[in-house]
């Protein structure tokens, strides 16, 4: 998966028009940026191979399920292409991965409405690598798999997710 990510909190509109011309210009699949700017993004790259990315419940996933499906919702209808969850690292940490595939299933059913599939809006799980080990990685990994995620992203730990790419062909470095 081709991203060009800009996710400054402090950007502007240039700086968002600056990252929307640099993924379009550089031939990337989506760019990634803050909530605030995907409708606009969204109409300037109207017509573009490039799509609208968005990462919700920053930082590290701990919001609410409910608010990651208030979140998923909204960046589809203002035009996302691509819903990018963050596991909650918490739950990982603490090995129940029950919990991890609970809180992101609930969060992607905002992707599977009718309105999402119309748009053929996708959905990645986030999950950063550098804060487990191996065999942990693996299970957040397969509790992802079990949900309705399309693409699973490993931040941090491009060797695992190489590694684990080939006994999950959704994974992807990010």
């Known amino acids: 998966m081709n991203i060009y990510v800009s996710m400054d909190p402090k950007a502007r509109i240039e700086e968002m028009n600056a990252a929307c011309a640099k993924a379009k210009d550089g031939k990337y699949e989506y760019v990634c940026l803050p909530q605030w700017f995907v409708y606009t993004a969204s109409e300037a790259l109207k017509g ?6 968005t990462i919700l419940s920053l930082p590290g996933g701990t919001t609410s399920s409910f608010a990651k499906f208030a979140e998923a919702k909204q960046a589809i ?10 596991v909650n690292m918490q739950y990982c940490e603490d090995k129940d991965f029950a919990a991890v595939k609970g809180d992101l299933a609930s969060a992607l059913v905002a992707c599977t409405t009718t309105n999402a599939q119309k748009r053929g809006a996708k959905t990645a799980a986030l999950i950063d690598g550098a804060k487990l080990s191996l065999d ?4 957040a990994v397969a509790a992802c798999a079990g949900t309705s995620v399309t693409y699973i992203l490993v931040a941090h730990n491009e060797d695992a997710a190489k590694a684990l790419k080939n006994e999950f062909p959704t994974v992807d470095a990010y």
């Open 48 to 53: 573009s191979e490039t799509k609208v990315a």
């Open 77 to 86: 209808a203002n035009g996302a292409a691509l819903v990018i969850v963050p």
């Open 136 to 139: 942990d990685l693996r299970s």
